[in-house]
Nanobody, 121 residues
Framework: QVQLVESGGGLVQPGGSLRLSCVAS????????MGWFRQAPGKQRELVAH???????NYVDSVKGRFTISRDNAKNTVYLQMNSLKPEDTAVYYC???????????????WGQGTQVTVSS
């Protein structure tokens, strides 16, 4: 079975940086699009950044110019470099991927467990 494992979350001061990583492992034939979502207390989950299989990226307006999503296809890994962090970036960040499992003809969506990012002085 496919698993997504996230790492890199933690506590950081305003203006600081964090780099989140998400590794997809298991019986994987192909990984298509990957992305990062976040959910702050009392708010709906939102898409933060998205990257397609050909490297095209999109970001929510609030993080443009500060966050960068990238991927390493050889490692089935997606990253989120977060710079100039603000308190309003505080949330649980979730990794998502569109994956074709080995031996199956259909694509499925998979989610990581979530990693806490707290921006506070």
């Amino acid at each position: 079975q496919v698993q997504l494992v996230e790492s890199g979350g933690g506590l950081v001061q305003p203006g600081g940086s964090l780099r989140l990583s998400c590794v997809a492992s298991g019986s994987i034939f192909r990984v298509n699009a990957m992305g990062w979502f976040r959910q702050a207390p009392g708010k709906q989950r939102e898409l933060v950044a998205h990257i397609t299989s050909d490297g095209t990226t999109n970001y929510v307006d609030s993080v443009k110019g500060r966050f960068t999503i990238s991927r390493d296809n050889a490692k089935n890994t997606v990253y989120l470099q977060m710079n100039s962090l603000k308190p309003e970036d505080t949330a649980v960040y979730y990794c998502n991927a569109e994956i074709y499992p080995t031996g199956r003809p259909t694509m499925s969506y998979f989610w990581g467990q979530g990693t806490q990012v707290t921006v506070s002085s």
